[in-house]
């Protein structure tokens, strides 16, 4: 085969690719309906919805519509659920203590638990307020009040004795 042969074939399977691309498009834009499907208002609305911000980044102060909304919803969602020890427990702490994550005393292992409730419960109170090892304050929870975390531990303490 010579240059010019491999050259008119060249040109001729691009002059091919280019039509069928053309010809597809067009088959494309006869099957979607004009300006697709955005005349519709829950489509509109599905949109809008999408692209909304999922947060914001505030430098300095917060404005206060942004801070007061999460902490009301922050502290909507922490009271009612979490009302009692269990319920923290399972919210809160059981992530760790039930699989005995990160060196967490499994719940009601008593032979774990032992030597910290030689300890007393003050100093175990004072370890889930302030954190202890690779568990955080108030197990990642900053939200907690200082009553339901004892309550929380008051819990485990009961079930491992």
Not at 12 to 22: D, K, P, S, T
Not at 67 to 81: H, N, V
Not at 96 to 111: E, I, L, N, R, Y
């Amino acid at each position: 085969m010579t240059d010019r042969q491999f050259m008119g074939v060249f040109i001729g399977v691009l002059g091919f690719l280019v039509l069928l691309a053309v010809v597809i498009f067009f088959i494309a834009q006869s099957l979607t309906p004009e300006g697709g499907n955005l005349q519709d208002p829950l489509v509109r609305e599905a949109i809008e919805k999408r692209l909304e911000p999922v947060g914001g980044v505030y430098v300095g102060q917060v404005p206060a519509t942004a801070s007061a909304g999460a902490a009301k919803s922050s502290q909507a969602a922490a009271e009612p659920a979490l009302a009692d020890g269990k319920s923290v427990y399972e919210a809160v702490c059981a992530g760790c203590h039930a699989t005995g994550a990160a060196g967490a005393p499994k719940f009601a292992d008593t032979a774990a638990w032992a030597p910290r409730i030689g300890a007393g419960s003050e100093v175990l109170y004072r370890s889930a307020l302030q954190g202890k090892g690779t568990m955080p304050p108030k197990g990642g929870r900053p939200d907690l009040s200082e009553e339901q975390v004892r309550m929380a531990v008051d819990y485990m303490l009961e079930a491992a004795q």
